[in-house]
């Protein structure tokens, strides 16, 4: 069992960086892919970026490569979405999971996390 909590949301202004980080207790966190999802109301679940479990590969949306950079600290259990040149378009709530592999399928991860709200105001 891993359980995982984000944290970093908030009201930002178009242009602005935002960090989020999401921080797993539990089962070895090393052994896990980690990615970020985002959603909207009546939307569906929205890849945003993933990395494997050395960190040595990543993964990113069409919509957020170059803007957004995934990152993980495997010595302090926790995983990270530094997000630039934010935009309203980015607002939704973002949540993390775990997974065996990164996959842009919401089905394949077996951990989430509870979200954190993101609202970019322009």
């Known amino acids: 069992q891993v359980q995982l909590v984000e944290s970093g949301g908030g009201l930002v202004q178009a242009g602005d960086s935002l960090r989020l980080s999401c921080a797993a207790s539990?089962?070895?966190?090393?052994?896990?892919?980690m990615a970020w999802f985002r959603q909207t109301p009546g939307k569906e679940r929205e890849f945003v970026a993933g990395i494997n479990s050395s960190g040595g590969s990543t993964y990113y949306a069409d919509s957020v490569k170059g803007r957004f950079t995934i990152s993980r600290n495997n010595a302090k259990n926790t995983v990270y979405l530094q997000m630039s040149s934010l935009n309203a378009e980015d607002t939704a709530v973002y949540s993390c999971?775990?997974?065996?592999?990164?996959?842009?399928?919401?089905?394949?991860?077996?951990?989430w996390g509870q979200g954190t709200q993101v609202t970019v105001s322009s």
């Open positions: 999971a775990a997974g065996w592999r990164v996959r842009e399928s919401h089905s394949a991860y077996n951990y």
């Open positions: 539990g089962r070895s966190f090393s052994g896990y892919a």
